[in-house]
């Protein structure tokens, strides 16, 4: 597959014509909106023909909530080798608080198509509300650990999940310890009824990074308590944050080659978002809250308001910037090029795979990339 960058006069039928392709395939490809406005700037990916045969194969997992879109998920799911429902609560002693949607269905949908359905554990308590202190309350009382490993194997038993991601952030300094034990003692007994535990990890680049985000996730011990980890290599730009790339590569590279020091290649998943930013300028810290927005909606955006995508060959990410209703903004996200990049590092570094937050907007164009360049593992996740 080709990816080009268009340039101004250019139309899909002109297009089409250069690279002897079918009109359909770009509209389809790149999930075009008619009349198929191009904006100049924006990164299309071309189905030409090529001999390029995938030689790594990866594992690819995507977030979803279970009032995901059928059609989107349907759309997603032939690209998946895990789908992590998210998310599982838990109380401080111990209990399992299953989301507010039924999530049957998605489980259902995920099986059949040969994505191994895994439950994500997070600090939700009864109101449905993110509480970190929760963390700290479970994790040091033994009782109450012991308790949600028994319902957390009788959820994935009745459910029918095949793994669990856990998915604790801003873990105290204090419990780094304790909570790589818990991770170890999540997985022993999962590992029992013939499943994988993995582990998200803040995006560190040093083992005394300070900041509640990171001091409590230690990389060697975590990647020895779980079968894999995930890297959340992303929101160095986010909601109340600066305008930024969300992913850049030059430090998304950073924390991979920090992990790459603590934990082997074949437990570690790239984290990739799907995902992108519109802040309105000028930005005023702890005033300013961006928009998130889809990939293919940031290009609508700029079609609709005449802007001229550029590229941050340093981020390797598109943005731009538009005026509407006299105010400024300014919009990150991603696009073929910038997937390319990230699936370039997979490849470099010859990780275990990706995981996307999250699935629950549509972006073709990554997933025919990511099936051109690699061979997608659909074999059962047990890992014992």
């Known amino acids: 597959m080709d990816i080009h960058v268009v340039v101004s006069g250019e139309t899909v039928s002109s297009i089409a014509n250069t690279y002897q392709i079918a009109e359909d395939s770009i509209i389809y490809n ?5 009349p198929y406005t191009l904006v100049v700037g924006q990164a299309l990916l071309l189905s030409t023909p090529d001999d390029i045969t995938p030689s790594q194969t990866v594992t690819t997992n995507g977030y979803a909530y279970p009032f995901i879109n059928s059609w989107v998920l349907r759309q997603t799911l032939p690209y998946l080798s ?3 429902v998210f998310s599982y609560g838990f109380t401080a002693e111990g209990e399992i608080l299953p989301p507010g949607i039924d999530d049957n269905a998605l489980i259902a949908q995920a099986l059949e198509n040969n994505a191994a359905p895994f439950l994500t554990l997070t600090p939700f308590d009864a ?27 009788s959820t ?3 459910k029918g999940f095949q793994g669990v991601d856990i998915d604790f952030e801003f873990v105290l300094a204090s419990d780094r310890v304790t909570f790589a034990e818990f991770v170890a003692n999540v997985r022993s007994a999962i590992n029992a009824i013939g499943y ?5 990890l803040a995006p560190k680049t040093s083992d005394d990074q300070t900041g509640l985000l990171y001091a409590g996730k230690d990389y060697a011990l975590l990647g020895e308590a779980a079968d894999e980890v995930l890297l959340m290599t992303y ?9 930024l790339a969300v992913a850049p590569i030059n430090k998304v590279r950073e924390v991979v080659e920090y992990a790459l020091t603590r934990i082997p290649k074949e437990k570690i998943n790239l984290g990739i978002p799907n995902y992108g930013y519109d802040w309105s300028l000028p930005y005023v810290r702890g005033t300013t809250a961006a928009t998130t927005i889809g990939n293919i909606e940031a290009v609508t955006i ?8 550029q590229f941050d060959e340093t981020a390797q990410s598109p943005y731009f910037t538009y005026e509407k209703d006299g105010i400024e903004h300014e919009v990150w996200f991603e696009d073929a090029r910038s997937m390319q990049a990230k699936f370039n590092l997979v490849q470099e570094y010859d990780l275990h795979g990706m995981g996307y937050w999250q699935i629950m907007r549509l972006f073709r164009a990554n997933w025919l990339l990511l099936a051109n360049r690699f061979n997608i593992d659909k074999t059962n996740p047990s890992s014992v």
């Open 302 to 309: 700029a079609a609709n308001n005449g802007a001229v995508i």
């Open 196 to 200: 994988p535990v993995t582990v998200d």
């Open 235 to 243: 929101e160095w730009g986010y909601t109340y944050g600066p305008p």
């Open 82 to 84: 895990r789908l992590s």
């Open 156 to 158: 994935v038993t009745v």
């Open 127 to 153: 109101s449905g509300q993110f509480n970190n202190l929760l963390i700290s309350e479970l994790i040091n009382n033994p009782q109450a650990v012991e308790r949600l490993i028994e319902n957390l194997i």
């Open 30 to 34: 790149n999930q075009l909106i008619y």
